[in-house]
């Protein structure tokens, strides 16, 4: 029994030093990028709001359900892109200007959401 709280205690010291290390790491983010994670973490909860309102409310213009759902994910997939674009510690997009990133995102927004319209019928 006295095992149980000694390696419960340590998992919870583990987890507490996780959380600080990755709140410090988190801190020296530039604030553009901290902006875009706002902008995805609203767009995922939008999404899961809108599944569980299908789940108690139910999903009789299915397709309206599929729309909102896919345009919630799709965008933030896409904002997640952007967010890889514009990151300065990543060497991969180095020679591309934040301007293209998010000239090439709103395009790509303007496409999936043409397309959610055009599902929608």
Known sequence: MVKQSSSSSSTTQDALALFNSLRSAYSAT???LKVIDLYV???VSTAIIQVV???LVGSF???SFLSGVLSCIGTAVLA???RIQVNKENKEFKDLAP???FADFVLC???LHLVIM???G
């Open 99 to 101: 301007e293209r990133a």
């Open 109 to 111: 927004n303007l496409v």
């Open 41 to 43: 973490g609203f767009a």
């Open 61 to 63: 213009p299915f397709n």
């Open 118 to 120: 055009n599902f929608l």
């Open 80 to 82: 997640v892109c952007l």
């Open 30 to 32: 530039p604030t553009s």
């Open 53 to 55: 309102y299908m789940a």
